[in-house]
């Protein structure tokens, strides 16, 4: 299985502040990476897909990139509505992993 | 508007059975890999199972291979988790999740609560 690891586990920021969660693929994923955001309660959701692809109706303030091993989730201008849970996925293979979570936090 | 609505959760005593449905609208169902995703109370998110399009490729979690079966029917636009001999750990909100290329749509969930 590949194994996902996030860092950090939880991060506490505040507004405005650039954010950037890291993601570490145990063998070559390319690009098939997809990072959701979840809040208490809710769905997982659909942030970034392909490492860089922004989903439609997700703020411009929010971008990925990397490949192969090493992919970056980044939010240019924390908002008060980002403080959420946030995980990412590969999809290489059918058998899906995800990282354990970072934690966003109000600093 | 594609929705994905999951239902069958509920209370089971330690191994009991619980069939999970997925009611999918908005999109041609019989087109779409499926598959199952958990998360335990408060712990993150684990897939448990796939189904390909038409059912010839099933895949499954360690943990649960030989326990739960996965399954659809493309005429009733629905995904299943038929899952039996329940244990505590299977205790969890399961959600459906489709593959357009990518896992782009996740139902609600229906939380699973395995307890005597």
């Known amino acids: 299985d590949i194994r996902m690891t996030q860092s950090p586990s939880t991060l506490s920021a505040s507004i405005g502040d650039r954010v950037t969660i890291a993601c570490r693929a145990s063998?070559?994923?390319?690009?098939?990476l997809a990072w959701y955001q979840q809040k208490p309660g809710k769905a997982p959701k659909l942030l970034i897909y392909?490492?860089?692809s922004l989903e439609s109706g997700v703020p411009s303030r929010f971008s990925g990139s990397g490949s192969g091993t090493e992919f970056t989730l980044t939010i240019s201008s924390l908002q008060p509505d980002d403080f959420a849970t946030y995980y990412c996925q590969q999809y290489n293979s059918v058998s899906w992993t995800f990282g354990q979570g970072t934690k966003v936090e109000i600093k | 508007e594609v929705q994905l609505v999951e239902s069958g959760g509920g209370l089971v005593q330690p191994g009991g059975s619980l069939r999970l449905s997925c009611a999918a609208s908005g999109f041609t169902f019989s087109s779409f890999e499926m598959n199952w995703v958990r998360q335990a109370p408060g712990k993150g998110l684990e897939w448990v199972s796939y189904i390909s399009t038409s059912s010839v490729t099933t895949l499954y979690e360690d943990s649960v291979k030989g326990r739960f079966t996965i399954s659809r029917d493309n005429a009733k636009n629905s995904l299943y988790l038929q899952m039996n001999s329940l244990r505590a750990e299977d205790t969890a909100v399961y959600y459906c999740?489709?593959?357009?290329?990518?896992?782009?749509?996740w139902g609600q969930g229906t939380l699973v609560t395995v307890s005597s």
């Open positions: 999740a489709r593959v357009g290329g990518y896992p782009d749509n």
């Open positions: 063998q070559s994923i390319s690009s098939w």
């Open positions: 392909r490492a860089s």
